[in-house]
């Protein structure tokens, strides 16, 4: 399981590694218009931006591996779960309260309501 998300991992930096390649292609095969100087300061850009991503992607996926992150997680998803459970069933409460139990009508027309 572990080998096959770092298998994942790897095949997420090999994409934007060919994005970053097919980009670098198609900027070196625009025809000149800018100046040296003008080159260099993108080619500086693209390679940060490289970069960033290559370190964004690999804290990602240190983290993601990390086993207090899962607990986190799970325990976040169970939270987040629990809430909307809880929420729900008080919609459901208050639109039954409302709209009186199914077949029953609206509370006011059952007796004694």
């Known amino acids: 399981?572990?080998?096959?998300?770092?298998t994942q991992?790897?095949?997420?930096?090999?994409?934007?590694?060919?994005?970053?390649?097919?980009?670098?292609?198609?900027?070196?095969?625009?025809?000149a218009g800018g100046s040296e100087d003008d080159s260099r300061a993108v080619e500086d850009a693209l390679r940060t931006m490289r970069e960033a991503l290559d370190r964004a992607v690999t804290a990602l996926g240190d983290t993601v591996r990390d086993p207090g992150f899962r607990e986190?997680?799970?325990?976040a998803t169970r939270t987040l779960g629990?809430?909307?459970?809880?929420s729900l069933a008080e919609v459901g409460d208050?639109?039954?309260?409302?709209?009186?139990?199914?077949?029953?009508?609206?509370?006011a027309s059952r007796p004694g309501a």
Request: aromatic share 8%; no cysteine.
């Open 9 to 31: 991992w790897d095949e997420v930096g090999e994409s934007f590694a060919q994005l970053g390649r097919r980009m670098r292609e198609r900027y070196e095969g625009q025809p």
């Open 82 to 86: 629990e809430a909307l459970s809880a």
């Open 94 to 107: 208050e639109l039954r309260d409302r709209f009186g139990r199914r077949g029953q009508g609206p509370p």
């Open 72 to 75: 986190d997680a799970k325990r």
């Open 1 to 6: 399981m572990a080998e096959e998300r770092r």
